[in-house]
């Protein structure tokens, strides 16, 4: 069960953030501050900038795919949150956080963390953070 973890989104961060987008933003990206999208939101391209950073014109405000998500602030790379939620959704029997720590060679207390809000999103139909 665990052959779908050979994807380089499970190890690439730009690949993980890529799949995420694709996966969000369907049509195309979309301010989580204000909604905008279309010409409204650029792509901050350069070394100047965070990979996958995108400005919005109504608002002012910048964004990334990560932002008002179950993803956010988090310092656990974005590939090992979807290696995750992947085991979780793959394993009809589910799976412990011990085995997907051992799994993903991530800390016990880091892939606790990661499974719980994903637990929590699971449970609310959806990738929005829970305030
Ligand atoms: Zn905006």
Redesign the pocket.
């Known amino acids: 069960m665990t052959d779908f973890l050979k994807n380089p989104i499970f190890t690439d961060e730009t690949k993980a953030r890529e799949w995420l987008e694709a996966r969000v933003w369907p049509q195309g990206p979309v301010?989580p501050?204000?909604?905008?999208t279309g010409e409204?939101?650029t792509k901050m391209e350069g070394n100047a900038h965070r990979a996958g950073l995108f400005q919005?014109k109504?608002?002012?405000?910048q964004?990334t795919v990560t932002v008002k998500t179950v993803f956010e602030r988090s310092k656990i790379p974005l590939s090992k949150w979807l290696a995750a939620l992947f085991l979780m959704v793959a394993s009809k029997k589910g799976v412990s956080a011990h085995q997907v720590h051992r799994m993903l060679g991530i800390s016990y207390k880091s892939t606790w963390f990661m499974m719980h809000r994903l637990r929590e999103a699971m449970r609310t139909g959806g990738l929005e953070a829970q305030n």
């Open positions: 301010c501050h204000c909604g905008a409204d939101v919005c109504a608002c002012r405000e964004f």
